[in-house]
Every structure is written in C-alpha cells, then in structure tokens.
C-alpha cells in the first residue's frame, strides 16, 4: 500500500510542477536593446545652450536587382523557327530604396534622470502596457525596450527617451507659449 501512496504521490508532485505558472511572459525586446545609448550635451546646429540631445541613426536600406539585358535578338526563320537564339547579358545592380537618415531629438539632462524620474517612467509605461518589468528607478534595457516602443508609434524608433516623449507621459513640464494668458 505504501508503494502506491509513495507513486500517487510522485504523480502529482510531477503534475504540479507540470502546470503553467501566471509568471508574465519575457520581454524579449529587452535582450534586442543595445547597452550603448547615444546622448550628446551639444546637439546639432543651432541647439539651445545647456540642453541634451539624442540621436537615432537609421541606416540605408539597398535592394538587389537582377536584371536580363537583350544583347542580340533571336533569328527566327518564316516558318518559325530558331536559327540562333537571343543572347541575354545578366546584370546585377544594388539600389537605395532608403537614404541613411539622422534623427535628432531632445531628451531630458542627465540630472533629470534620477531614481524617482525613472520610477515614474517605468509606473507611466507600465500603465500604457508598455513595460512588463518591476519598478525599479534602472534604466535597464526593458525600461528602454519599453521607451522604444512606446515612441515607435509616433516615428521615433530610439530606446533614448525624447523630451516630447516625457511631455506626453506627464513627467516633464510642458512650456507655456509667451501669449499664454496665465504667462507672467
């Protein structure tokens, strides 16, 4: 009797490890996201004294065409048939579909970016079903797999949170136009 208590036993211990936990799925964009994010102090050209800049570099996107060139027509007598066939040259030729394109954009100082500033992130994006990980104030790669995909749907495809993207979270203030009616 012991031995089919012991079995029984070892059956559902097996099946309970078997059963699927709710643990949420893995972020696998976050092992996509490179460590190594681009933040520039000096912007481009004309960029306001003391603000902070990214910049997202997309690259050129060639395609590959193979083509057939007649060099020489085929002989074909009356009653239709080939005397001598037509004679192709193949040629292969790369074209741009996409220049390279540089996109810079505004991004929150580096001071800004504290442990509270990156908590309320994770919290907004989390909110957005955007991030999938635990609050922890990093800017680790899920929180900037999360970034990029968040501003992805606006044309931004960066892990480097932009200023705009932090406006349009409610982290970082929005300036008021100088006709504002409650500009001082």
Do not use: H
Not at 122 to 141: E, F, H, T, V
Not at 153 to 160: D, H, P, R, V
Not at 177 to 184: E, K, M, Q
């Amino acid at each position: 009797m012991t031995d089919r208590l012991l079995f029984a036993t070892a059956i559902v211990l097996g099946l309970n490890a078997c059963t699927i936990a709710s643990v949420a799925p893995p972020d696998l964009a976050a092992f996509n996201e490179p460590d190594i994010v681009q933040r520039f102090e000096k912007g481009p050209p004309g960029a306001r004294p003391g603000s902070c800049w990214g910049k997202s570099v997309s690259p050129a996107i060639f395609e590959t065409v193979t083509e057939q060139i007649l060099l020489q027509p085929a002989e074909i007598l009356s009653d239709g048939s080939v005397l001598t066939p037509a004679v192709y040259k193949t040629e292969t030729v790369q074209r741009i579909v996409r220049e390279r394109r540089e996109t810079w954009f505004e991004t929150p100082c580096l001071d800004v970016l504290t442990i509270d500033f990156t908590e309320s992130l994770q919290r907004a994006l989390k909110a957005r079903k955007y991030y999938r990980g635990s609050i922890s104030g990093n800017m680790d790669a899920k929180t900037r797999a999360a970034i990029r995909r968040y501003q992805n749907e606006q044309g931004l495809n960066s892990g480097i949170l932009a200023l705009e993207t932090a406006r349009q979270l409610g982290l970082v203030a929005v300036p008021r136009s100088p006709d504002s009616p409650d500009s001082p």
